[in-house]
């Protein structure tokens, strides 16, 4: 995402402008729409209930995010920087890696914290392509629900806290360096 958002950032084009619409249109798509067909191939891959099939979904459904939310905040660091490189000798690739990702780091870090909330909160992939052994949090509360004939709240709310919690302390953790970088595009200078 960083490398995909730096590219639209510093380079204009009308195909880089259409290419970014086509995200956005990914991105609005409901994920019913991409995992239905997906299903027969992921059969044939023999990738069905594996913690793999659900990284690669995450993974790919969540770049478009990453790479729109990227481009915004690579958008803030001022193109002279760049420019300054490049009269040093500095190579597009040294450029990303070395003045590029230092100041969007921030920006990198609020990306990871809201990719990593939305897929461990992720239902409708887990619930198709896993059955046994690759199940994720929010399907073996929704299996509690419907396994029970009358709700034992107390342990559906326990389950419901754990499955929160590592989520919770890691967006705490995150959280100074999260605000940082959500408010550091809002103010330009």
């Known amino acids: 995402s960083v490398m ?82 490049l009269v040093d000798g500095a190579s597009r690739l040294t450029i990303l890696w070395r003045v590029i990702m230092p100041l969007s780091a921030q920006g990198m870090l609020a990306v990871a914290v809201f990719v990593i909330v939305f897929a461990w909160n992720e239902f409708l992939f887990a619930f198709i392509f896993t059955s046994t052994r690759a199940k994720t949090a929010p399907l073996f509360i929704a299996e509690m629900m419907g396994s029970l004939d009358a709700f034992d709240w107390g342990v559906l709310f326990a389950a419901s806290t754990v499955q929160l919690l590592p989520i919770m302390l890691f967006v705490l953790l995150t959280q100074k360096h999260l605000v940082a970088g959500l408010t550091g595009g809002a103010i330009k200078g």
Do not use: K
């Not at 905040?73 to 920087?81: A, C, G, K, N």
């Open 4 to 85: 995909a958002g730096y590219a639209y950032s510093r380079f204009r084009s009308p195909q880089m402008a259409s290419t970014a619409s086509f995200l956005i249109a990914v991105r609005l798509l409901p994920p019913i729409v991409i995992t239905l067909p997906l299903f027969p191939m992921v059969n044939w891959l023999r990738l069905n209930d594996t913690h793999l099939v659900l990284i690669v979904l995450y993974a790919t459904f969540f770049v478009s995010l990453g790479t729109l939310l990227m481009r915004t905040f690579i958008d803030q660091i001022p193109r002279e920087l760049d420019e300054a490189a």
